[in-house]
Nanobody, 119 residues
């Protein structure tokens, strides 16, 4: 059974930091690119960051560049999103997604973790 389980969300003050984790199981994690997405209330889900299977290529959406860092540990089947200098506009449900590198239509989603940035 394929699972992606996110954790690490919560309430943080503006300017604070959080680290999200996403653990995969039931598939060969190292064959998948991993992405983080977020969806704020009333808005469409957006891609935040992506990382290829061997971490060779990393991309970020413009609004998080310089503040967020995506990384992965294939030995632990885990992808991380380190978020710093958080702003209220970063409040959203954050989802991780696995995309098969050779068969991009084969994808899996996690259930999401809530991040709220508020004073």
């Amino acid at each position: 059974q394929v699972r992606l389980v996110e954790s690490g969300g919560g309430l943080v003050q503006p300017g604070g930091s959080l680290r999200l984790s996403c653990v995969g199981s039931g598939f060969t994690f190292s064959n998948y690119a991993m992405t983080w997405h977020r969806q704020a209330t009333g808005r469409e889900r957006e891609l935040v960051a992506s990382i290829t299977p061997t971490s060779g290529t990393i991309n970020y959406t413009d609004s998080v560049k310089g503040r967020f860092t995506i990384s992965r540990d294939n030995a632990k089947n885990t992808v991380y999103l380190q978020m710093s200098s958080l702003e209220p506009e970063d409040s959203a449900v954050y989802y991780c997604k696995a995309v098969n590198f050779l068969q991009p239509r084969r994808t899996y989603w996690g259930q999401g973790t809530q991040v709220t940035v508020s004073s």
